[in-house]
């Protein structure tokens, strides 16, 4: 018998890619390398696979009569059409938990990295700078204040890190957390204000798009450090460079991109930046846990069994 058929949107980690190479053909980005054929392959499409920043829009939910899922390796969706997928039956899911430990650890190595300047330092050490004398002093991270945009599963794991270190955490989200403990701000602007370091873990999406703008940045200050695991969208990238150019703010952490592969080149060149690919869920351990979450929904999308982790927006399709 043959097997069933699915579509990748986005080029899949091997991991999540040979599980799904087991059970299903998958077609690769055929919408978008081959059109003809992908009309006529497109009604016999049970299942789509994607990955945190891959588009599923509407044009192509609406070709997929027979889709019983998407199923995206990452905990945000944000490039998922999900009104229009709610609209056509087709639930969508996501893996969550299972990355949090890890974003949370890069979400504190780049505080650290910016803070105490570990890369320039390597490059310093390589390069043969030492015998001429010591590095510009570093940024206390210990007993800084921490202010975290979006206090959810991540964020939630960032400020108990921060708490091994003796921060000072405060939060702002889009509804207060009483029972975390932490003091709330009620505008990113205001929080920002009040810290030395920002870090942004929202969802990204219109809901937060530039949500980290000029203002939030000129209430950063110039001994404030910006640090965003979340979306490039989040932040507004032309803003933030101008803001790292006239000194406005100290510096910035930096693993997510407006327009990701690209980075502006105006980063590349600031040595209070540190800049990493997108990789904060980039670890052997986390990856194959997500593929194995991401097949698992998949599976159980395609079969009618009940999904492991639907986001919450198509939760109640399967009650
Ligand atoms: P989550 O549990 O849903 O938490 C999201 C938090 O963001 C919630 O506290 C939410 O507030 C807050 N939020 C949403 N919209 C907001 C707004 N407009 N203003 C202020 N706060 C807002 O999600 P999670 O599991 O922590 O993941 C968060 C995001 O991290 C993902 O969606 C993804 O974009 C990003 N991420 C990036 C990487 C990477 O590789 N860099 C890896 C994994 C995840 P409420 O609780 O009040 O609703
Ligand atoms: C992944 C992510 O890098 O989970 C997310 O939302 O952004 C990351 O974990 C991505 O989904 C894989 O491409």
């Not at 790292?244 to 060149?269: C, H, K, M, Y």
């Amino acid at each position: 018998m043959s097997k069933p058929d699915i579509l990748a949107v986005a080029k899949l980690h091997p991991f999540y890619q040979q599980a799904l190479e087991t059970v299903y053909n998958v077609h690769d980005r055929t919408h978008v390398t081959d059109p003809a054929a992908f009309a006529a392959l497109a009604p016999r499409i049970v299942g789509v696979a994607g990955t945190g920043e891959a588009s599923v829009p509407r044009s192509l939910l609406s070709q997929l009569p027979n889709a019983k899922v998407v199923s995206v390796f990452g905990v945000g969706y944000d490039g998922v059409d999900v009104a229009a997928a709610l609209e056509h039956g087709i639930p969508v899911t996501h893996t969550p938990d299972v990355l949090t430990d890890d974003v949370a650890d890069l979400a504190l190595g780049l505080v650290l990295s910016v803070a105490r300047q570990i890369p320039q330092a390597d490059q310093y050490v390589r390069a043969g700078q030492w015998p001429s004398g010591p590095m510009a002093l570093g940024r206390k991270v210990s007993g800084a204040r921490l202010g975290i945009v979006g206090l959810g599963r991540i964020g939630k794991a960032i400020a108990r890190r921060a708490m091994g270190f003796g921060m000072h955490v405060a939060y702002t989200a889009r509804s207060e957390k009483t029972d975390s403990g932490f003091p709330f701000f009620a505008s990113a602007a205001a929080l920002a204000s009040q810290v030395d370091f920002l870090v942004v873990i929202t969802p990204g999406g219109a809901g937060t798009k530039h949500l980290i703008n000029a203002e939030v940045l000129k209430a950063l200050g110039p001994k404030g450090y910006l640090i965003n695991v979340a979306r490039g969208s989040v932040v507004d990238e032309t803003a933030l460079v101008e803001a790292l150019q006239n000194s406005t703010i100290a510096g910035a952490g930096l693993d997510v991109f407006a327009n990701e592969p690209q980075v502006p080149e105006s980063l590349w060149r600031m040595s209070n930046v540190v800049l990493t690919p997108h990789m904060a869920s980039a670890t052997r351990e986390t990856r194959q846990a997500m593929a194995d979450l991401a097949f698992a929904n998949m599976q159980a999308g395609t079969t009618g069994q009940p999904l492991r982790t639907p986001v919450p927006e198509c939760a109640a399709m399967q009650k």
